[in-house]
């Protein structure tokens, strides 16, 4: 079994608007939470403000952790051939902007990144994680 630890960032403004990236790398494009692999020997809160930063452009303060989120996913239900199942720890953090602005990232797993309202989240083709993340936050039910 392959393993993979990642960290993910619930941001929100003060309108409420949830930031999120649009993954490209998945069986379909996708919305998701900012954030993502964690390197070898690398903190996970350094992980989650690299992965913001690069994915949308901002800086982030990591002010909690949430909680972790772990799946399986079996072989053949994996994003690109394997024989073997996919661990997934997803480490999820609140965090709060602390500086730059909104830019779309090049060349990554990701090509676009926004604001949304709940109500645009609910009508968004998005990952399960988003839903996952916001529970864990307490921003949806």
Do not use: C
């Not at 909680?67 to 690109?80: D, M, N």
Request: cysteine-free.
């Amino acid at each position: 079994m392959d393993l993979r630890v990642a960290a993910y960032a619930v941001v929100t403004d003060d309108d409420g608007r949830v930031l999120l990236a649009r993954w490209t790398e998945g069986r379909r494009v996708a919305w998701t939470m900012p954030g993502g692999g964690i390197e070898a020997g690398e903190d996970p809160e350094d992980a989650v403000r690299r992965e913001v930063r690069e994915e949308t452009g901002f800086t982030v303060h990591v002010e909690e952790l949430l909680g972790i989120h772990s799946r399986v996913i079996p072989a053949g239900r994996r994003v690109k051939k394997a024989d073997a199942p996919l661990h997934t720890l997803r480490i999820i953090y609140r965090a709060k902007i602390s500086g730059g602005k909104l830019r779309f990232e090049q060349n990554g797993s990701t090509d676009m990144a926004g604001w949304f309202t709940l109500t645009e989240v609910s009508e968004l083709q998005r990952v399960k994680l988003v839903n996952i993340a916001l529970r864990m936050a307490g921003v949806i039910p």
